[in-house]
């Protein structure tokens, strides 16, 4: 029912995890897709997976927290498809898990120029693009984490909260030109990062990583963990002619672990 057929879709942190899954889904719903990435090897990889199946696809090397990289980025995409009907901004890192006194300032503007800034570039740079065709739907990848904080991850859930207030802002400010903006939030999701994740916290509190996944999955009221492509769903649903009143939101996708 959803069709993107002649829509192009451009997935910042497209490479891998919920990024790769969100090129996946909109592929399959028929979008000229552009793979972006900082890692421009498993960007083609996974480009290449896409144009196998039928469907066009691009890869496109960026690192969101360089403003140039970033015009760049998007002057390519309009170039090989002509507009940038969708722009998801995924790319996201987490960089250490520490308690906030233990966080050095290298590592809090690391992770601020990645998960935040990286946001606002791309935001600014495909906003002009989008105007120019009097449409445009813009989604963030924000997190529960944004929501409420956790521990040994106060910088993640900073940046988290500045993607939800950037997105509202965004949102209101475009409201009138058939631009809408709204972020995701999912809870935790079986990815390599969750995985790695496990592995940290293993090392600061002495249990087994499985042991570790397996408390974050009972926390779940559903009882399980997103897969990426539960992700993915709701950026296609935000993109689709079915959330055309839909702006400056910040869904959640989390099994019912949060509910506001």
């Known amino acids: 029912m959803i069709d993107f057929c002649d829509k192009t879709v451009v997935v910042t942190g497209g490479a891998s995890g919920i990024g790769r899954a969100i090129c996946d889904e909109f592929a399959r719903h028929g979008a000229n897709v552009a793979v972006c990435d900082i890692n421009f090897e498993a960007a083609q990889k996974t480009a290449e997976q896409i144009s196998a199946t039928g469907k066009k696809a691009v890869a496109v090397k960026v690192d969101v927290t360089d403003e140039d990289d970033v015009n760049a980025m998007i002057r390519k995409v309009v170039d090989c498809f002509g507009s940038i009907d969708v722009m998801c901004n995924n790319a996201g890192i987490i960089n250490c898990m520490k308690k906030v006194e233990d966080i050095t300032a290298q590592e809090w503007d690391k992770i601020f120029a990645v998960n935040a800034k990286g946001v606002f570039l791309c935001c600014k740079a495909v906003i002009p693009q989008m105007r120019k065709q009097n449409y445009g739907r ?36 475009l409201a009138t030109e058939n631009i809408h903006v709204n972020s ?55 993109a689709s002619e079915y959330a055309d009143y839909m702006t400056g939101q910040a869904v959640n996708v989390c099994g019912g672990q949060m509910m506001h």
């Open 138 to 173: 813009i989604i963030n990848t924000a997190s529960q984490a944004g929501k409420a904080g956790i521990p040994l991850l106060g910088h993640y859930c900073a940046t988290k909260a500045a993607v939800i207030l950037l997105t509202k802002t965004l949102a209101l400010e």
């Open 184 to 238: 995701v939030c999912p809870g935790s999701v079986d990815t390599e990062m969750t995985t790695l994740e496990t592995k940290i916290v293993s090392k600061i509190t002495g249990e087994d990583p499985k042991v570790i996944k397996q408390k974050w999955t009972d926390a779940v009221p559903m009882k399980k963990l997103a897969t990426p492509r539960d992700i993915a769903k709701v950026f296609v649903f935000l």
